[in-house]
């Protein structure tokens, strides 16, 4: 064997800008159009796509939402899981919706989504699944200490009180194994795309409000680690004129970018029909490896 029997191109495919396995990540404030995008971001559009909802704020026309209402099932006074259908979810009409924790999406999906000829999953949002980590991570620590001889974290309200970061790490430890398995169920067929709020830090200089940074609403050790995953990250806004922008150039405070050249440092222009953004980006995509193409004649 020769060393060149171990090598491999990794030549990127710009004809298929977006194959399985990675993660995306959009980023902006309420209505900018994250859920949007995310819902028709597949070649199929919106029949490739799977929502986990998980603030109840998606509005699809079609049946691709997964309600999600916290980590666990929920249970009645006894103990007993109450049924999906059960757990108070009903639609603008009434009609009864079936609502579940994330950990049973993950056990259904892991035995539905390979035939399900699926393409995209979305968190919508992983900010709000980072909140029931941050609870769930506080109430569990707190059991721990309340068994010591001298328990010292009874008072705390929040995992930032816990000294040393003990809590945000383990909390960031867990909701990036929740992503970890979402990812390693669909990876073979399907993209995994995190929506999250973005969060103003200010600073008051000269007298007045500064904004210094713009991020995710998130830790930012966690939003660095996504960050560091992810293969596109973008910022949604509207314009003056109500256009639905998608910008993918890195400014000031604001980490944004992606490994997929044609798009990297750009502002995209999209709608919510036609052209949506899945397509505005895989048409970039494709006048590029065109031009490279013609290069290589």
Not at 24 to 34: A, M, R, S
Not at 221 to 249: C, P
Request: aromatic share 8%; hydrophobic share 35%.
């Amino acid at each position: 064997m020769k060393l060149e029997d171990y090598l491999v191109s990794t030549k990127p495919d710009y004809r298929n800008p977006f194959p399985p396995g990675k993660l995306i990540l959009f980023v902006g404030d309420e209505k900018t159009g994250k859920t949007t995008a995310a819902s028709t971001f597949s070649p199929k559009g919106a029949d490739g796509v799977v929502i986990l909802d998980l603030e109840a704020g998606a509005r699809c026309d079609k049946n691709i939402t997964m309600l999600i209402h916290g980590l666990y099932p929920m249970e009645d006074e006894k103990g007993n899981i109450i049924p999906p259908e059960k757990r108070g979810f009903r639609d603008s009409s009434g009609n009864i919706q079936p609502a579940y924790s994330i950990y049973e999406a993950l056990a259904i999906l892991k035995q539905t989504w390979k035939d399900s000829g699926k393409t995209t999953l979305v968190i919508d949002t992983f900010d709000k699944l980072a909140e029931w980590v941050n609870e769930d991570t506080l109430a569990q620590m707190k059991a721990e200490d309340a068994e010591l001889d001298n328990p010292k974290w009874q008072t705390v309200q929040t995992i930032e009180e816990i000294p040393y970061a003990q809590g945000i790490a383990r909390a960031r430890n867990t909701s990036l194994r929740i992503k970890d398995r979402l990812l390693d169920i669909i990876k073979d067929t399907g993209l995994l795309i995190c929506n999250l709020h973005t969060q103003k830090t200010m600073r008051v200089e000269n007298g007045r409000d500064i904004i210094v940074k713009k991020l995710p609403m998130i830790h930012e050790k966690l939003a660095t680690t996504l960050g560091h995953q992810a293969e596109l990250i973008g910022m949604f806004t509207v314009d003056a004129s109500g256009n639905y922008l998608f910008d993918v150039r890195g400014f000031g405070e604001v980490t944004l970018g992606t490994r997929i050249e044609p798009l990297n440092g750009k502002v995209f222009k999209w709608n919510k029909t036609h052209p949506t953004l899945y397509e505005v980006l895989t048409k970039e995509c494709l006048k590029y490896a065109e031009k490279l193409e013609g290069k290589e004649k």
